[in-house]
């Protein structure tokens, strides 16, 4: 379980660099959703589920 979290951050993280020519308009909205993911994992294993 901790594996497939990873690596789901881990392409989160490539998805939310502005490096290709098409992301550059989309602004804050996937680094957002990959702040809201990262949150609720850390509130996650705070409380001991994952």
């Given at each position: 379980?901790?594996?497939?979290?990873?690596?789901?951050?881990?392409?989160?993280?490539?998805?939310?660099?502005?490096?290709?020519?098409?992301?550059?308009?989309?602004g804050?909205?996937?680094?957002?959703?990959l702040?809201?993911?990262?949150?609720?994992?850390?509130?996650?294993?705070?409380?001991?589920?994952?």
């Amino acid at each position: 379980m901790r594996l497939i979290l990873l690596i789901l951050v881990v392409i989160l993280l490539l998805g939310a660099l502005p490096t290709w020519p098409y992301s550059a308009g989309w602004g804050y909205y996937p680094s957002g959703g990959l702040g809201t993911v990262l949150i609720v994992l850390i509130v996650l294993a705070l409380f001991g589920v994952i």
